[in-house]
């Protein structure tokens, strides 16, 4: 069974700060796919990364970077130097079919000013 | 503009009164889904559709239907709502299978059946 787990339920940094939200994820197949997707307070949906399970390299974006590790089994995603407008939640997703996707609980990170 | 579009975007219904949340998109996507949304739980795949008239169950089908008869369109329906299935609905649609890229989101339609 897949299963995606965000430890972290919510995080404040002060504005400045890095943070890093963890995303641990479970799978008996080789090949699957991992997400993460912004939910500003909005509510919309913003995709943001997606990464296959033969890529581990890890990806930098901006103030955005994620870290693939298949011997842990995780994909984090750091955001440095923080702001106020990354307060949101986060969700991290995998994808093993076709179709399917499955999404942690997420994250909610606040950023104060 | 591309866009998911969501119908209603709020709603307040009894028990047994049937539903229908409409979903269309105008990027002649051919991948369509439904999710909802929960505290705790994120976000859980109801139904998908690969294309017109073919649709397949997600991880939390019951107590919901699908149809899919033209491409841009993939209501949700409610036959007899519950209290459980209040929740936060998001339709979503992509031009390929759900695992090779971007998922365009709908705004998202909050329903809450008393």
């Known amino acids: 069974a897949q299963k995606v787990t965000q430890a972290q339920t919510e995080i404040s940094v002060v504005e400045k700060e890095d943070v890093t939200l963890d995303c641990v994820y479970e799978?008996?197949?080789?090949?699957?796919?991992l997400f993460w997707y912004k939910q500003p307070p909005s509510g919309e949906l913003v995709f943001l990364i997606r990464?296959?399970?033969?890529?581990?390299q890890n990806e930098i974006s901006g103030r955005y970077s994620w870290n693939f590790q298949k011997s842990t089994s995780s994909f984090n995603f750091t955001i440095t130097a923080s702001q106020v407008v990354d307060s949101a939640v986060y969700f991290c997703?995998?994808?093993?079919?076709?179709?399917?996707?499955?999404f942690g609980a997420g994250t909610r990170l606040t950023v104060k000013p | 503009e591309a866009q998911v579009t969501q119908n209603p975007r709020y709603l307040i219904t009894v028990t047994g009164k049937k539903l229908t949340v409409t979903c269309s998109q105008n990027?002649?996507?051919?991948?369509m889904s439904w999710y909802r949304q929960d505290p705790g739980l994120g976000l859980r795949q109801i139904y998908y559709?690969?294309?017109?008239?073919?649709?397949d169950k997600g991880d939390v089908p019951e107590g919901y239907k699908v149809s899919r008869k033209e491409k841009r369109n993939f209501p949700l329906i409610l036959e007899s709502p519950s209290p459980n299935q209040t929740s936060l609905y998001f339709c979503?649609?992509?031009?390929?299978?759900?695992?090779?890229?971007?998922?365009?989101f709908g705004e998202g339609s909050r329903l809450t059946v008393l």
């Open positions: 979503a649609s992509s031009s390929g299978p759900t695992n090779t890229g971007e998922l365009f």
């Open positions: 799978t008996r197949d080789t090949t699957y796919y």
């Open positions: 990464r296959n399970s033969f890529d581990e």
């Open positions: 997703a995998l994808s093993e079919g076709r179709n399917d996707m499955r």
């Open positions: 990027m002649n996507h051919e991948y």
């Open positions: 559709s690969m294309n017109v008239e073919v649709t």
